[in-house]
């Protein structure tokens, strides 16, 4: 028993207790007869003192091969972190009090969204040829209020039950919107009819597996097409503590942190699906949030309990898209010129990099 | 205005009418606009030199005029209409023994307009849909246009009635169809007839009119999307093609094998051009980058944002990064040079080793300089 205990302990805690050794086989041998407890406590104190020697920087602990004492040793070691981690703050904390006043300011944490690689594409308010270029783009008949969205929602073919209901609620949400069965027409085909009937979106929900998974958002006349990944669906029904359905007043919209060009683009091709004039009396809003190049959309109904204070419910779908591309021109995907492609490989490479 | 203008190695027009000259060497960018409110129907559309000396750039706009532009003067100085919007936008353009101009519209139609006269000299049909237009640097008088569904075709401007060449198109399919072909752009190899083309369905075509064969003589494939521009090297080997979706590679005409891949772009390209001396490339497109790729280790050299979608660019032929800074960093290297000289010639001479400065740029000469000063300080 005790012959074979030393080597397992002393390979286990130190390539270097080498030297200690001998010194173990002979007190082991000694206190043959005198039973576990003295094993133990020496146990324990070689592992205190090697504990105390262990620190030095070429051991750690992934190099114990028995699990329950690496777990052990890991835990100490946390909790050695831990306490030292505390004990920093107190101190600072202290300072902070006995500065009083003088103290420096707070540090901010460091987020992705602070650390974030600046754009060279952001927008500048007061930039005269990209207000131009906004100005007259597919978009300038709606922002000049010539044209009133109409919005055609359908699927990819044969659409099961999630992305049915999907499609009615979002046509609930976004006035004049109509859902049509796709019945396997090609696009290309029902782009042009679209046109003669002055829709002026179409929108289709592509379906995987009996779930929504993409959206081909397409400006009609001659407008950009832009490809999403949808993620992250919640129906009505699974929304908790929501409110009733929605009205038919129209929303207002809220479009959170667009700030690239291509930010903008897109900004505004979510814009021009809901009417230029919305019904403050409905109470209602759509916000297009974007945080990572992820836009969430959310629709709530708000109510002003005083100046100061708002209530929301929550109504209608939740979900998160991704853009995918953005292409020029209605939809073509084999011959159509893309004005952005989401080249992951390139694109992704850099965590602090955002593109819209 | 002028001097602005004379810094710029590379000239850029974009949707929005405004002409942009970019001086690389100092990484910024110029706006020279004719008129003083933008408006779409300005969107240039083509960029040529009107001289050899490069002085002058030709502007073709979507509304059908042409506008020279004035690169010492940093002005538009004068406008002249060649042609209807009706008849599409310009595809090609370029200069006739410095002048007279040619320009081709989409509907076809490519005209010769003298100085003087309002009325094209000469007119060619070249078919429908033409997507581009090429001069051949050699022979000023020798054309190339192709389109959609209207094959390569080269023209003899002396001879307008008929092209010298036609090409055929590629055999049936294995299910004996008839193939698409829609070539998008073209250019002229150096010492020989040879013409490359680039095509919508992802193919890199090379004609020889001096062989009995119309079919192509060599095809190669890249990708999945249509090429829309392309631009061959200086050697005439290897040719640089882009896509609609932002991919630009390089291509051996020798076998037609890709020889490697350039990133960066997030958007269609829509102009390429290789400088005529440094191994580098330019590239625009809809995503509103201007970018400079070396051609031998495939790096991006420069970036720059231009604000709107670029349609086409023009480099310069002096060096790329040199240009701006060449008569203003003589000036200064000069005199620096002068005063250093004398600080040499008072100090004693020590032999050293391998003391050989590059003199290829005014940077590259202080340098050297530089590092002798700092070795001989730290000595005394």
């Known amino acids: 028993m005790d012959i074979t205990e030393v080597p397992v302990s002393q390979d286990n805690k130190g390539k270097k207790k080498k030297n200690k050794k001998p010194k173990k086989k002979i007190v082991k041998e000694e206190g043959n007869g005198e039973g576990s407890g003295v094993e133990k406590k020496e146990v324990e104190k070689m592992e205190k003192s090697e504990a105390a020697a262990a620190f030095p920087p070429t051991f750690s602990v992934s190099e114990i091969k028995n699990k329950q004492r690496r777990h052990l040793m890991f835990m100490k070691l946390k909790q050695e972190k831990r306490m030292q981690k505390m004990q920093l703050k107190k101190k600072k904390k202290k300072e902070r009090e006995a500065l009083g006043d003088k103290a420096p300011p707070k540090e901010v944490p460091k987020t992705i969204e602070n650390q974030r690689v600046y754009d060279e594409t952001t927008v500048d308010p007061e930039d005269e040829e990209v207000t131009f270029d906004e100005g007259t783009d597919e978009f300038s008949a709606y922002f000049n209020g010539l044209t009133n969205p109409k919005v055609l929602i359908t699927t990819s073919d044969r659409p099961r039950g999630r992305t049915v209901r999907f499609c009615e609620q979002l046509a609930t949400v976004i006035p004049n919107a109509h859902v049509y069965y796709r019945r396997g027409l090609a696009l290309k085909r029902v782009i042009p009819q679209c046109v003669s009937r002055n829709f002026t979106y179409l929108m289709v929900i592509n379906e995987d597996r009996k779930v929504p998974n993409g959206m081909v958002l397409c400006h009609l006349p001659d407008g950009p097409t832009a490809h999403f990944k949808i993620s992250s669906v919640r129906l009505r029904k699974e929304i908790k503590r929501r409110g009733k359905d929605p009205t038919e007043h129209c929303p207002e919209v809220i479009l959170n942190n667009f700030t690239t060009r291509l930010g903008h ?34 629709f709530h109904r708000y109510i002003f309990k005083n100046e100061k204070k708002v209530g929301i419910q929550e109504l209608g779908p939740r979900f998160t898209l991704k853009l995918r591309s953005l292409q020029k021109g209605t939809f073509d995907s084999k011959f159509g010129e893309y004005e952005w492609v989401l080249k992951r490989h390139e694109m992704d490479a850099c965590r602090r990099k955002f593109h819209l | 205005m002028g001097d602005r203008s004379r810094l710029c190695s590379v000239w850029l027009g974009s949707e929005t009418g405004i002409l942009k000259g970019v001086s690389v060497s100092r990484k910024q960018a110029f706006n020279f606009c004719n008129t003083s409110h933008l408006s779409r129907d300005q969107e240039v559309r083509a960029l040529c030199w009107a001289d050899p000396a490069e002085s002058e750039l030709l502007v073709g706009s979507v509304d059908g005029t042409v506008k020279t532009f004035s690169t010492e003067k940093g002005a538009f100085t004068e406008t002249r209409r060649c042609g209807d919007p009706a008849d599409g936008c310009f595809t090609g353009l370029a200069t006739l023994n410095s002048s007279a101009l040619l320009t081709c519209g989409e509907c076809g139609t490519v005209r010769v307009w003298r100085e003087d006269s309002s009325e094209p000299a000469t007119e060619l049909d070249a078919g429908k849909n033409v997507c581009r237009m090429r001069q051949s640097p050699v022979h000023q008088h020798k054309i190339a246009t192709g389109g959609k569904e209207n094959g390569l075709k080269i023209w003899d401007l002396e001879k307008p009635e008929k092209p010298v060449f036609t090409a055929k198109n590629l055999r049936d399919d294995w299910l004996d169809l008839r193939r698409p072909h829609w070539v998008r752009d073209m250019a002229f190899i150096p010492d020989s007839d040879k013409v490359v083309t680039c095509t919508g369905y992802h193919q890199v075509h090379v004609f020889d009119p001096s062989s009995p064969q119309r079919r192509p003589v060599l095809e190669a494939e890249y990708g999945e999307y249509p090429l829309t521009a392309l631009s061959l090297l200086a050697d005439g080997n290897t040719v640089v ?88 960093g003589e000036g200064a290297t000069q005199e620096v040079k002068e005063e250093e000289d004398e600080v040499w010639d008072a100090m004693e001479q020590v032999g050293e080793v391998g003391e050989t400065p590059k003199r290829k740029t005014a940077q590259e000469e202080e340098e050297p300089q530089k590092s002798k000063k700092k070795r001989k300080k730290g000595r005394d």
């Open chain 1, 265 to 298: 683009s897109v900004g505004r091709l979510f814009a021009a699906l809901f009417p230029q004039d919305p019904q403050f009396v409905g109470r209602q809003v759509a916000t297009f949030h974007n945080q990572r190049d992820f836009i969430f959309f959310r």
């Open chain 2, 241 to 328: 093609v882009g896509n609609t979706h932002g991919q630009i590679a390089m291509l051996d005409l020798r076998k037609g094998l890709v020889r490697g891949c350039l990133k960066g772009l997030a958007g269609g390209v829509r102009w390429l051009q290789c400088h005529p001396s440094q191994p580098v490339v330019a590239s625009c497109g809809l995503d509103r980058f201007l970018r400079i790729h070396s051609l031998e280790d495939r790096k991006l050299l420069h970036k720059v944002y231009l604000k709107s979608r670029l349609n086409c660019l023009l480099l310069a032929s002096r060096d790329l990064v040199d240009g701006g800074g060449a008569t203003e």
